[in-house]
């Protein structure tokens, strides 16, 4: 699989020192079960769906998240932490044929 088109967002964009933040991703990814047919063909797609996705703040781990095929295509998931530091935020997912993916951004205080 290559890259899939993904967003990671904050929010708030830059959360106070003790404010809550949300981190979202949302990946444009097929999510296919393996129990949809082809309608030319008429043969089972092959299940192809994000199997894995982990929120790291400053490399350490704040959530991980175990997924299956029954998740709609185009799947949104969002974690919340509370901010102590400006750092690195990274999201790391992988789907069940082994690819993986990485996405960063610098969390930035206010």
Same mark, same amino acid.
């Given at each position: @699989?290559?890259?899939?088109? !993904?967003?990671?967002? #904050?929010? =708030?964009?830059? =959360?106070? /020192? &003790?404010? #809550? !933040?949300? $981190?979202?991703? @949302?990946? @444009?990814?097929? @999510? %296919?079960? &393996?129990?949809?047919?082809?309608?030319? +063909?008429?043969?089972? /797609? =092959?299940?192809?769906? $994000?199997?894995?996705? %982990?929120?790291?703040f400053n490399s350490k781990a704040i959530a991980k998240i175990i997924s299956?095929? +029954? $998740?709609?295509?185009? =799947?949104?998931?969002? #974690?919340?932490?509370?901010?102590?530091? !400006? &750092?690195?935020?990274?999201? $790391?997912f992988k789907d069940n044929n082994g690819h993986s993916q990485t996405l960063? +951004? !610098?969390?930035? #205080?206010?």
């Amino acid at each position: @699989m290559a890259d899939v088109k !993904a967003m990671l967002k #904050v929010k =708030p964009k830059n =959360p106070k /020192i &003790g404010e #809550v !933040a949300s $981190i979202s991703l @949302m990946a @444009m990814h097929p @999510m %296919e079960t &393996g129990q949809t047919k082809n309608k030319e +063909t008429g043969e089972l /797609i =092959p299940a192809h769906f $994000i199997s894995e996705i %982990e929120f790291l703040f400053n490399s350490k781990a704040i959530a991980k998240i175990i997924s299956w095929e +029954t $998740i709609s295509a185009n =799947p949104f998931y969002e #974690v919340n932490m509370r901010v102590e530091e !400006a &750092g690195e935020l990274k999201v $790391i997912f992988k789907d069940n044929n082994g690819h993986s993916q990485t996405l960063t +951004t !610098a969390l930035k #205080v206010g």
